[in-house]
């Protein structure tokens, strides 16, 4: 018999559905502002409650969750944040990146951001440094949204060697707030490709301007990015170009990274 292989891109030939589930719940406490009953983590994710809360109850006994009592209700555990410290404290991308996005936050005033691309086609941040500006939108280490979105999609794009005819199938998968013609987003990405950087000008959310420059993997690595996040009034077009300068050299320090 041969081993079950798995692949990247789809994921494994026979997902363990125990596995998913207990994944999808610490990913649903994770985003939740408050801790959650049961029932209400069961509706949301499609689960018999009965499974959830055995699934429930593992975690917690894992200390990846905490369950309080009182309330009835489930958050997130400290053992998330053994996790999170082992993988930070191994070197690499997050560690080698941070001092630049603070450097970069504070000379700028943007909020900025590292993201690496996951197994789902969804750029996930890994590291932030955030802006002093009360800006409408909210990052937090571990967000995800669509790889192709915004200046980082832009980048991701340039990376790739897609035809007209995928980039035009993902293109209509995208939400914005303010979608580009396509042919102008070809452009952009054409040029994002020349330059090593992009900029989304209210575009994936009006009034915000997102710059990005990609880091050199090889193949086969994740994609990786650098991101600055700002007001779209806040920055002229000299500004511009320098924060995108400067995100370039970052990106390319940062290429040797492992």
């Given at each position: ?34 801790p959650l009953g049961v029932n209400r983590i069961a509706r949301d994710l499609d ?171 090889p193949p086969g690595a994740p994609s990786r990015a650098v991101v600055a996040v ?29």
């Amino acid at each position: 018999m041969m081993p079950e292989t798995t692949n990247l891109q789809t994921g494994p030939a026979r997902p363990v559905t125990a596995v998913s589930r207990a994944i999808g719940i610490l990913r649903y406490l994770g985003r939740s502002q408050t801790p959650l009953g049961v029932n209400r983590i069961a509706r949301d994710l499609d689960l018999i409650p009965s499974t959830a809360l055995h699934i429930l109850r593992t975690l917690a006994h894992e200390d990846l969750v905490v369950f309080d009592p009182g309330s009835k209700r489930y958050s997130l555990g400290t053992g998330i944040l053994g996790i999170a410290r082992d993988l930070l404290s191994r070197g690499g991308f997050v560690p080698a990146v941070q001092g630049h996005l603070e450097a970069i936050a504070a000379a700028y005033d943007v909020t900025a951001v590292a993201v690496e691309l996951d197994g789902h086609d969804h750029m996930v941040v890994a590291g932030l440094a955030r802006s002093k500006l009360d800006l409408s939108i909210h990052v937090n280490i571990g967000s995800h949204f669509p790889a192709l979105i915004s200046a980082t999609g832009r980048c991701v794009a340039a990376q790739n060697n897609w035809s007209r005819a995928e980039l035009a199938r993902r293109f209509k998968k995208l939400r914005w707030q303010n979608a580009p013609i396509f042919e102008t987003w070809l452009s952009e990405i054409a040029a994002a490709r020349r330059d090593g950087f992009a900029i989304d000008d209210g575009n994936y959310i009006r009034g915000i301007i997102i710059l990005a420059a990609s880091v050199a993997q090889p193949p086969g690595a994740p994609s990786r990015a650098v991101v600055a996040v700002g007001l779209g009034a806040q920055l002229d077009d000299g500004q511009r170009q320098k924060l995108a300068r400067r995100l370039r050299a970052v990106a390319d320090h940062l290429a040797e990274v492992p």
